[in-house]
């Protein structure tokens, strides 16, 4: 399976909203409802943001929020954070057990 | 509270062995599916590989990178998963983290902090 597609960067500032895209294929993001995003600090374990598409776990704010339109899933942060500015990443089921992670995307809050 | 912790990392020669460990408390171990996910240096994550609960039954997946080099197995009875890496390569190189999955279809997880491994001569 070939990696999921994300932007390397992406920017905002304070208070106003950023969509990070994660392009993949009908094999992967468009063929099933199980797509997952992480928000990772350097030299910290990734903590999961969003799965199932759409599903926020207990605790994550609802500034995150999840989205997919075929085969290319999004990230929304809204009222951007100074804490925000980190590395996040999506993954997607793709099919006999196999998971698939996109190549990371850093978010800069301006 | 469910609690992931690695531990085993190194640095060993290319062609080199290493077994990486993974404590688990908190859930009934027997129970749960667990993968193995690392990152190289300055790099994105990559999946390595699942084993499911014994009741579930199956084969362990593995990553074509690593297929036939590492292989994945659990002790029930010590609440533990294990990563044996064989035949090591410079590009094996990362941190390795383990992480439990609630889903069959991955989604909903907790990660360990991770562990080391340097493979260099």
């Known amino acids: 399976q070939s990696a999921l597609t994300q932007p390397p960067s992406a920017s905002g500032s304070l208070g106003q909203s950023v969509t990070i895209s994660c392009t993949g294929t009908?094999?992967?993001?468009?063929?099933?409802?199980?797509v997952s995003w992480y928000q990772q600090h350097p030299g910290k374990a990734p903590k999961v943001l969003i799965y199932e598409v759409t599903k926020r776990p207990s605790g994550v704010p609802d500034r995150f929020a999840g989205s997919r339109s075929g085969n290319t899933a999004s990230l929304t942060v809204s009222g951007l954070q100074a804490e925000d500015e980190t590395y996040y990443y999506c993954s997607s089921y793709a099919g006999s057990n196999n998971l698939v992670f996109g190549g990371g995307t850093k978010l800069t809050v301006l | 509270e469910v609690q992931v912790v690695e531990s085993g990392g190194d640095l060993v020669k290319p062609g080199g062995s290493l077994r990486l460990s993974c404590a688990v408390s908190g859930i009934p171990f027997s129970d749960a599916w667990m993968s193995w996910v690392r990152q190289a240096p300055g790099k994105g994550l990559e999946w390595v590989g699942r084993?499911?609960?014994?009741?579930?039954?199956?084969?362990?997946d593995y990553s074509a990178p690593v297929k036939g080099r590492f292989t994945i197995t659990r002790d029930d009875s010590k609440n533990t998963l294990y990563l044996q890496m064989n035949s090591l390569k410079s590009e094996d190189t990362g941190v390795y983290f383990c992480?439990?999955?609630?889903?069959?279809?991955?989604?909903?997880?907790?990660w360990g902090q991770g562990t080391t491994v340097t493979v260099s001569s």
């Open positions: 009908s094999s992967d993001i468009g063929g099933y409802n199980y």
């Open positions: 992480k439990w999955e609630t889903s069959p279809f991955y989604g909903l997880d907790v």
């Open positions: 084993i499911k609960s014994k009741v579930a039954g199956g084969p362990v």
